[in-house]
């Protein structure tokens, strides 16, 4: 018995001794992340251990062609002699930068008799350049039913084009007239390299919706911004918004509309150089960069040019707590002007800041001077006799006295059909009030010939003639020192005149008069004796 048992031991002990000893597989030497930066290629190192001879290791990779491209062949084979290998990748996009999913490769093993964890490595693709996403005139508020607009802006400093620009826009409760915008390019030349979309709808119901947006593309880091819409019921609440004696809720106060109408005389915008923030805005609306001593100059000429071709009108409401200012601006010049720009500056007592208003100005480009608030318009292109609109509102009833405390410039970078610099064509004239003026031989401004005494003639082009008038008489004027003894001596007639007359009648009354009648006698009563 103690014989067999020791030959039972004997063999299980030879047997364990010439069995293969058999290691569990693991791939945890895989990089778990890797940073690459578009456009460049980079290598993932994927590692495994506990892989024995005549072992084999097949690797496949899962991941998202939208921003990675695999230069390296794959499924690939990892053995015991070559454990580990390094697959090179291409970042072709920034446009996953947001959706860490689409960025994740997603490493799976497999070899015979084995349960391999799959790995991830998570890339980072970076840009040195990137985008700026900003809501123009943001926060936004409106009455329900009442049309508002929204303005998403993008803009760079790179100086090659961002391609493939999109903006993919979410809100909540859903605004479903705000919609994705996508497959646009920001150019780095002319004024496109700041881009704008609008999406004007009528507001929703009464709320309070968050507008958001994620903006990438395929070359520039992207952006993140968000903003809100506060949407309150068309009439609103009675004060207090409590409810009145009988239980029923207050109707809306109705007020009578505070209206204003006036034509401000514009002035060139002559101080332009020493307005650093002005200039800063009219730069980026430009997106020309620095502006250059000739470039200010131009704008400051054109502006002399253009003030005296422009016809403004101001006008303001406010009614049931909201209050309206705009500007119109009719150009009636006869030349197209390339990069029209308007400045215009908002008193604070209309709002206290930019936050607070609602800017319209369709078909403009719309910057922010100062938040206090002070805008800059940028119009591609301005036709003879086109009017220009722009609106600002406030969800407040503020005084009628606002539209005497707006101040507004108007520049131009060029006339359509002149060179740049030139505001007119060398020896032209034109009549601008009672100031008949000549262009210059350069054609760069103009010089007053000669002020009308009598007025321009616009058609002529020359000054009026004096208007013709009667001959005048020469007034009648009489001596009096040399006449006055004559003068006195009438005056004593008259006199002696007057007093004789009247004397004389009354004598004559007097010798006229009757005498006095007997009184009569009074019959005695009856019975008298």
């Known amino acids: ?37 578009v456009g460049e290629m980079g290598d993932i190192t994927v590692s495994c251990s506990g892989i ?12 998202s062609s939208t921003c990675l491209s695999a230069k390296d062949a794959i499924p690939f084979s990892l053995t015991y002699d070559n454990p580990s290998a390094q697959i090179t990748f291409e ?44 809501f123009k005139n943001a926060p936004y508020s409106a009455t329900a039913g009442e049309s508002v607009t929204v303005i998403l802006e993008i803009s760079t400093g790179a100086s090659v084009d961002i391609t493939d620009v999109d903006a993919d826009m979410t809100t909540s409760p859903t605004i479903s007239d705000i919609t994705d915008w996508n497959d646009n ?19 929703p119901s009464a709320g309070t919706y968050t507008i958001s947006t994620t903006v990438t593309s395929q070359n520039a880091g992207g952006d993140q911004e968000s903003t809100t819409l506060t949407v309150t019921s068309a009439g609103g609440q009675a004060p207090g918004g409590e409810e009145g004696p009988g ?30 923030k002005l200039l800063s805005a009219i730069e980026k609306v ?30 303001f409401e406010a009614k049931d707590g909201r209050s309206e200012l705009s500007l119109r601006m009719k150009y009636k010049g006869d030349r197209k002007v390339k990069n029209f720009i308007i400045y215009d500056k908002i008193p604070k007592t209309f709002a206290s800041h930019a936050s607070n208003v609602t800017v319209t100005a369709s078909g403009a480009k719309i910057e922010i001077v100062e938040e206090d608030p002070e805008y800059v318009f940028l119009y591609d292109e301005v036709s003879p006799d086109q009017e220009l609109v722009i609106t600002y509102s406030v969800n407040q009833e503020v005084d009628v006295s606002v539209i005497n405390e707006t101040e507004t410039y108007v520049f131009g970078e060029s006339y359509e059909g002149l060179a740049p610099g030139q505001v007119c064509i060398a020896g032209d004239k034109r009549c601008i009030g009672n100031d008949l003026q ?21 058609e002529t082009l020359t000054c009026k003639e004096a208007p013709k008038e009667e001959e005048e ?40 008069k009757l005498p006095k009648p007997m009184p009569e006698m009074k019959t005695p009563p009856s019975g008298f004796p």
């Open 473 to 512: 008489r020469p007034p009648v004027t009489v001596e009096f020192e040399k006449y006055w003894m004559w003068i006195v001596i009438g005056i004593v007639i008259v006199v002696v005149v007057v007093l004789a007359g009247i004397f004389i009648r009354k004598r004559r009354k007097k010798s006229l």
């Open 52 to 63: 024995s001879q005549g072992t084999t290791v097949t690797v496949n990779a899962q991941y």
């Open 286 to 315: 430009l997106a020309r960069g620095k502006l250059s001593e000739n470039a200010i100059d131009n704008l400051i000429r054109l502006s002399n040019s253009i003030t005296s071709q422009v016809e403004v009108v101001r006008n």
């Open 185 to 203: 390019t920001i150019y780095s030349s002319g004024s496109q390299k700041t881009i704008q979309k609008s999406w004007t709808f009528n507001a």
């Open 91 to 134: 970042a072709t996009s920034m446009s996953c930068q947001y959706n860490s999913n689409e960025r994740t490769i997603t490493w799976s093993f497999t070899a015979p008799g084995e349960s391999i964890s799959s790995q991830q490595t998570l890339v980072t693709i970076t840009s040195p350049i990137s985008v700026t996403a900003s």
């Open 247 to 276: 239980g029923g809720v207050g109707g809306p106060s109705v007020e009578k509309a505070k209206n204003a109408t006036r034509r401000p005389e514009l002035v060139p915008g002559v101080g332009l150089r020493n307005n650093t």
């Open 1 to 37: 018995m103690r014989k067999s048992i020791v030959l039972m031991v004997f063999a299980l002990t030879f047997f364990l001794f010439l069995s293969p000893v058999h290691a569990t597989i693991t791939c945890s030497g895989t990089d778990s992340t890797k940073t690459i930066a």
């Open 438 to 458: 000549q262009c210059k031989e350069d054609g760069t401004g103009w010089e007053t010939l000669e002020t009308c005494e009598y007025g321009c003639d616009s």
